[in-house]
């Protein structure tokens, strides 16, 4: 999606840019303007990838980093060369075994890259945008923040939804409306999007069950989350904070 929203001034660092949404946002951030830092622990290996951010390469820069750590974050934000703008926390993990199964090292896993790095990336990055009296955060919640899986549509997939993953974007729903009010004094908007279910070739069973249960009857696919990124990064969503924008095809209805 490109020239839907002017983002030609905007700095845009985007937590989990290696991954199927976080590649997708960091291209259609570009194609609108955008100079984008795209931050993940894992580095940028698809080639298709590689080669669509090449026409890019004087506004896109790759940081590699560990957002779990604070000491991590710090070390590469010392090797920005700019201010950033628009923080987009996209990074996200989940683990799929049975709750009796979960392990203590799942269980911090799941936290500590979605919860614990979200709140320590919006720390680290708030610090400037309160200097500047400026700044957007945009945090990725999910429906599964919002309401409990229906076990049924996952049949024998093995994909079930997990209890820490619901909770920790639970929890990241909840820490963007309590930092949308702590930093609104400095200028600062802070709001969450919450997508649905995303295609990713899953169990044949899982999608038509799940776009059945879907108004819309289908699963999203990345591109259908950017049009809500860039509005929230936008200076169109100037006066919108504490928000969380469920983008599910109205799964959540039912």
């Given at each position: 999606?490109?020239?839907?929203?002017?983002?030609?001034r905007?700095?845009?660092?985007?937590?989990?840019?290696?991954?199927?949404?976080?590649?997708?946002?960091?291209?259609?951030?570009?194609?609108?303007?955008?100079?984008?830092?795209?931050?993940?622990?894992?580095?940028?290996?698809?080639?298709?990838?590689?080669?669509?951010?090449?026409?890019?390469?004087?506004?896109?820069?790759?940081?590699?980093?560990?957002?779990?750590?604070?000491?991590?974050?710090?070390?590469?934000l010392?090797?920005?060369?700019?201010?950033?703008?628009?923080?987009?926390?996209?990074a996200?993990?989940?683990?799929?075994t049975?709750?009796?199964?979960?392990?203590?090292?799942?269980?911090?896993?799941?936290?500590?890259?979605?919860?614990?790095?979200?709140?320590?990336?919006?720390?680290?990055?708030?610090?400037?945008?309160?200097?500047?009296?400026?700044?957007?955060?945009?945090?990725?919640?999910?429906?599964?923040?919002?309401?409990?899986?229906?076990?049924?549509?996952?049949?024998?997939?093995?994909?079930?939804?997990?209890?820490?993953?619901?909770?920790?974007?639970?929890?990241?729903?909840?820490?963007?409306?309590?930092?949308?009010?702590?930093?609104?004094?400095?200028?600062?908007?802070v709001?969450?999007?919450?997508?649905?279910?995303?295609?990713r070739?899953?169990?044949?069973?899982?999608?038509?069950?799940?776009?059945?249960?879907?108004?819309?009857?289908?699963?999203?696919?990345?591109?259908?989350?950017?049009?809500?990124?860039?509005?929230?990064?936008?200076?169109?969503?100037?006066?919108?904070?504490?928000?969380?924008?469920?983008?599910?095809?109205?799964?959540?209805?039912?």
């Open positions: 999606m490109a020239n839907s929203y002017n983002l030609k905007k700095t845009v660092l985007v937590t989990g840019a290696s991954g199927q949404i976080g590649q997708t946002l960091v291209l259609s951030l570009l194609k609108n303007g955008a100079y984008v830092y795209g931050v993940d622990v894992v580095p940028v290996i698809d080639p298709k990838f590689k080669k669509l951010i090449a026409s890019y390469i004087r506004r896109f820069s790759y940081m590699p980093a560990d957002i779990t750590s604070e000491r991590k974050i710090k070390a590469m010392r090797a920005l060369k700019r201010p950033v703008d628009v923080l987009i926390n996209c996200g993990v989940g683990v799929y049975p709750f009796e199964k979960r392990t203590e090292d799942e269980l911090d896993y799941v936290m500590n890259t979605n919860l614990k790095g979200t709140i320590l990336m919006s720390k680290a990055l708030s610090r400037e945008m309160v200097k500047r009296k400026k700044g957007t955060i945009i945090n990725f919640g999910s429906v599964y923040g919002v309401t409990t899986p229906d076990f049924r549509i996952y049949g024998d997939s093995k994909r079930n939804s997990s209890e820490i993953y619901g909770a920790t974007k639970a929890g990241i729903i909840h820490f963007t409306k309590y930092l949308a009010v702590y930093l609104a004094k400095h200028g600062i908007t709001n969450a999007v919450s997508p649905g279910g995303v295609f070739s899953q169990a044949e069973s899982f999608v038509k069950n799940y776009e059945y249960k879907t108004p819309l009857g289908r699963m999203a696919t990345p591109e259908d989350l950017v049009g809500a990124i860039l509005f929230l990064a936008s200076d169109d969503a100037r006066y919108i904070t504490g928000q969380n924008l469920v983008v599910d095809g109205g799964f959540t209805l039912w």
